[in-house]
């Protein structure tokens, strides 16, 4: 309940000892191993009075929901005292636990890495209740996609990753999708995290050790490379292979110097899976525009927080824009804010919108009301005046039986020195139009 707060009041960011320039100590590995040591870190295996330290702020991580499919792990935690939900991936083989039940005699056993029905279900429930709290969303991204059998597609599989699809399109906060070391995300689970589905809210980031893309290397290679293909390509690129082949044609070759030449062109597959691998290389995905960034774990915790404090005060400045900017979208308000920067610093330092940690500080200024200096402020007072100008004037196009009426209202409701200041403006007008009129 600390994490929770008034709708739509700011996050109670704390002071925490941790500091935020700190490295990520806990690395993880090809191996299974507790995803909970990658939040929240775990005791050195060589130096039990030391502690490794995880992503998040030390022992700042809650988890929820524990015992119901625990394939998926979620809860809440703090990144550099910023409250944030999480939801983070079993990398190890579980036991699924049934109550009793006379009928069922067995225990099952559920792969890591996947989104069955219980943990797809498990993964939208926690995303609508982070959402209902007004909590940025951490997504730690290593799933290699759903289930897909026979008892799983009656158990409405499709249905429940439909709800995860549903509550990340619905989601109101910032959404930080990140892709560890080690760890590949495929199949449908790339499809369901895609930050297409939400753009407004959804980044996704990977490490430089991680793979991604919707078929595997070795699918990838069946499908688009098959060993037909494979074959040509190697007939028309390669002299050892024409003469392997050519070996192979003889009617002299006895049945151990075929066998070993098999071999040898067995081992060209390899070299076709591992050009397909560099397809998924995180380089590959930044190209293509399906990730934000590419990051180091080391320092993966200060960018994200400088980033995600970065997100929340550009909400909380547009949450102001908003009522005085009807119709306008999320890229528009974000190239107003980006012009204001510009206008404020200078255009030697419009670099400085690409560093988080300048931006967070100028925002900041920009917030505190008392602050002297305060562009966006100004701004957003001339933007209110605008609004409110353009709806008097809608309603005067609308409505010119009432144009003089509201006139002599209004001047009704101005002090003596206004009223001069109206008439010094209306007369020049009038001078002008008789004029006109004599010429």
């Not at 900017?325 to 804010?337: A, D, I, K, Y």
């Not at 602050?371 to 353009?390: F, G, K, P, T, W």
């Amino acid at each position: 309940m600390c994490h929770q707060t008034c709708k739509g009041s700011p996050l109670p960011i704390l002071e925490t000892g941790d500091p935020i320039d700190r490295e990520v100590e806990f690395v993880p590995t090809k191996a299974p191993y507790d995803p909970r040591w990658m939040l929240n870190g775990r005791q050195n295996p060589d130096d039990k009075n030391c502690w490794q330290k995880g992503f998040f702020d030390h022992k700042s991580v809650h988890e929820i929901l524990q015992p119901w499919a625990q394939t998926v792990v979620t809860g809440r935690a703090r990144l550099g005292g910023i409250p944030v939900g999480v939801i983070c991936v079993e990398t190890r083989t579980v036991e699924m636990t049934i109550p009793a039940d006379p009928a069922n005699l067995d225990s099952e056993t559920k792969a890591g890495q996947v989104w069955f029905p219980d943990s797809a279900y498990k993964t939208a429930q926690a995303i609508k209740d982070f959402n209902g709290e007004e909590l940025p969303l951490m997504i730690f991204a290593k799933w290699r996609g759903f289930s897909g059998g026979m008892k799983d597609m009656h158990d409405q599989v499709l249905k429940f990753g439909s709800y995860i699809v549903d509550a990340l399109t619905e989601y109101n906060q910032p959404i930080m999708i990140y892709i560890p070391p080690y760890v590949e995300l495929r199949g449908g689970a790339w499809v369901v995290v895609d930050p297409t589905i939400n753009p407004t809210h959804m980044e996704m980031y990977a490490d430089e050790l991680s793979r991604g893309g919707v078929l595997e290397p070795e699918g990838t290679v069946e499908i688009k490379f098959r060993r037909k293909d494979l074959e040509k390509t190697m007939q028309r690129l390669d002299k050892t292979c024409i003469q392997i082949v050519e070996k192979l044609t003889s009617p002299q070759l006895n049945p151990d110097e075929k066998a070993e030449l098999q071999k040898r062109l067995a081992a060209r597959h390899q070299v076709a899976i591992q050009f397909a691998d560099l397809h998924d290389t995180p380089g590959r995905m930044e190209e293509m525009g399906v990730i934000t960034d590419i990051l180091k774990w080391h320092s993966s915790q200060e960018f994200f927080y400088w980033h995600l404090k970065r997100r929340l005060l550009e909400r909380q400045l547009k949450r102001k824009m908003k009522p005085v900017t009807h119709n306008v979208g999320e890229g528009e308000l974000n190239s107003m804010l980006h012009r204001w920067f510009v206008e404020d610093r200078g255009t030697v330092n419009a670099y400085m919108w690409e560093d988080d940690k300048a931006m967070v500080q100028w925002l900041t200024e920009q917030i505190r009301e008392d602050s002297m200096d305060n562009a966006v402020s100004d701004n957003i007072r001339c933007l209110q005046r605008e609004h409110v100008l353009q709806q008097v004037r809608s309603l005067i196009q609308n409505n010119p039986e009432v144009a003089m009426e509201s006139i002599v209202r209004i001047t009704q409701h101005m002090t003596p020195s206004q009223r001069s200041e109206v008439t010094r403006n209306v007369m020049p007008s009038q001078t002008l139009v008789i004029k006109n009129h004599n010429s």
